[in-house]
């Protein structure tokens, strides 16, 4: 790595990347005044507008090799704040960027003021925070300094607790308000952990800080603190209790946005936290700690998902395993493995984000089709609406680990840096995850197949069923990733840096 | 013992405090109150941060002191978020309770908590 001055010049490409905060917070605030109707046109016309500027970050990434940097207002920090994009932040942001809209469109049905009707709540409410979601996220996967990352992340909450709750109904108030009491006991350690590293080094720039860092006492604490509040925002077990009465009660379209990308934006940070600020520290004994509650989830996760009789519990349960996944990247951070394991990680975030967002919408159409999301009810559904099954079991594949998918392509990254680095007990709980989850899918799947004739209320919609499909396909292309894409993921990963010096 | 330590170990006091009403009850209205208790001590924590002058040897560094305002004016809108709909839920249910297993009641059959 160079001398800290140059890592915080502006580079070209910069300018870009204010924008993609930028773009849905002004369409948020312009829905926000305008009304429903209006608002539905704003965030449906400016979410391609953020998928180009996405694009376009990520296009800078790639050719510059480098991460992207901007410095905002032109203050330097430690006084100012810098906004960078590595690999990483690109592809989450291009993820984020595909996943909004399809969720978007599919909100349409749900959420449309049809002309001549007079505008409601629920579909005002709805756009301007599908929106605010998603400014929250890009600045999640941009920001360059702790306490504007504690901003954005109090954003994502604020966004994302009231889309649990759009019915008002007393069930999903009280999974919101879980939810919200779980994220702001989160925030609250976050915060204070920050208090503690700015204590102790007079900063809070990432980049700064992975300089100043060393292995003492406070930075324990902080480490601590600030794990500990993003694990409860994550959703890791044994901090993962609200998770499923929010994601399973929320409408179809909000559960795809929060399973699929919000529990991610917090994850995020861990790794920036471990990867970036921490990545001076001997990080085997916290990383096997997180790697070992990354398991438990796994299990208990897929134990509990296979118990429940409802569709959108049960995905909302494969979540929580899911989640657990991604932790296990941790321990395997540092060896010549390090590359791989980062790389599966990051696959699993994106793979679990379209597969999980597919199944959501999937489910989303089975309970309107039919009345019920009773898996037990189930009999026969696929034969009526194939293409939306076909959408479930295809996000399915990424669960399990089958190929082709691009969970396939995680898990097999995972396992393999597991066993190189002689680490094979997460290899076997990835082994028993994939097993467990090909158990509730075949609960839910198989009685879906069968030849019973099932009450429908009414068909699936054609242009939501697509939407599902869609997701879900992406979730397997994923599956066929060219090695230049694993390559576009390690820029600006640290340890890559360090390796090659 | 100086001010800053006397300080530093009220906020810690005022965190612990906060975080056992957070875990031990389950009305949703103590446990906001809770929850700005252990604010309080995270920005007291803060304040000495400020005080320490870590930054540039200042007497005294205004960054801690921008970010406890920041956190205050997030803290307000967390608290009047949790408040509203801790209110919805008692409209509806007549109980407002985060615990799962309490099963949800008509109005007026639980007011216990208000």
Known sequence: ????????????????????????????????????????????????????????????????????????????????????????????????????????????????????????????????????????????????????????????????????????????????????????????????????????????????????????????????????????????????????????????????????????????????????????????????????????????????????????????????????????MFPLASGPWAPEAFSGGVMQTISHAFGKAAMFLSAGLIAESLGHDQIAGLGGAGRAMPVTFLALGLGGLSLMGLPPSGGFAAKWLLMKASIEAGQWVWALVMLGGGLLAGGYLYRALAPALSGERPIMKRAPKRGSEVVALALALAAVVLAFAPPAFFAFLQIGRPAASVALR | MTSATLAGLVGAALVGLGLYGVIVDPQPLRKILAFNLIGSGVFLVFGIVARKGAAAGLQSDPVPQAMVITGIVVAFAASALAVALTLRLFEQTGRATVRPDVEAKAPGAGADSE
């Not at chain 1, 019915?167 to 308000?177: I, N, Q, R, V, Y």
Request: charge should be positive; proline fraction near 6%; hydrophobic fraction near 60%.
């Open chain 1, 1 to 328: 790595m160079s001398d800290g001055g140059s890592v915080i010049a502006e580079t070209a490409g910069g300018s870009l990347l204010p924008l993609a905060v930028l773009v849905p917070a002004a369409g948020m605030l312009i829905s926000f005044l305008l009304g429903g109707r209006r608002a539905e046109r704003i965030a449906l016309g400016l979410m391609p507008v953020q998928f180009g500027v996405s694009m376009a970050i990520a296009g800078f990434v790639w050719r510059s090799g480098e991460p992207l940097v901007y410095v905002l207002g032109g203050y330097l920090p430690p006084l100012g704040i810098a906004l960078r994009a590595d690999g990483f932040s690109a592809v989450m942001l291009v993820t984020a960027s595909l996943i909004m809209p399809a969720a978007g469109l599919y909100a349409r049905a749900n959420f449309a003021t049809p002309p001549g009707a007079t505008e409601r709540r629920g579909p005002l409410v709805v756009w301007a925070l599908m929106q605010a979601v998603q400014a929250a996220l890009s600045l999640i996967f941009l920001g360059g300094d702790l306490f504007n990352l504690y901003v954005a992340l109090e954003l994502l909450t604020f966004a994302a607790v009231p889309l649990v709750c759009l019915d008002g109904s007393p069930e999903t108030l009280a999974a919101a308000l879980r939810y919200l009491m779980f994220a702001l006991f989160g925030a609250l350690f976050y915060l204070l952990g920050a208090a503690l590293l700015y204590g102790a080094y007079g900063t809070l720039d990432i980049v700064l800080l992975s300089q100043r860092v060393r292995a003492e006492p406070a930075v324990w604490v902080a480490a601590g603190l600030m794990t500990a509040g993003l694990l409860a925002k994550t959703a890791l077990f044994p901090l993962h209790l609200w998770l499923p009465p929010a994601h399973a009660n929320a409408p179809a379209a909000a559960s795809a946005v929060l399973s699929g990308l919000v529990v991610k934006g917090s994850f995020f940070l861990i790794v920036r936290l471990w990867f970036n600020v921490l990545q001076s520290l001997p990080t085997a004994v916290p990383g096997t700690v997180l790697a070992a509650l990354g398991s438990a989830a796994i299990l208990a996760g897929s134990a509990l998902a296979l118990r429940q009789e409802r569709l959108k519990l049960m995905i909302a349960y494969s979540t929580v395993a899911q989640i657990g996944y991604l932790f296990l």
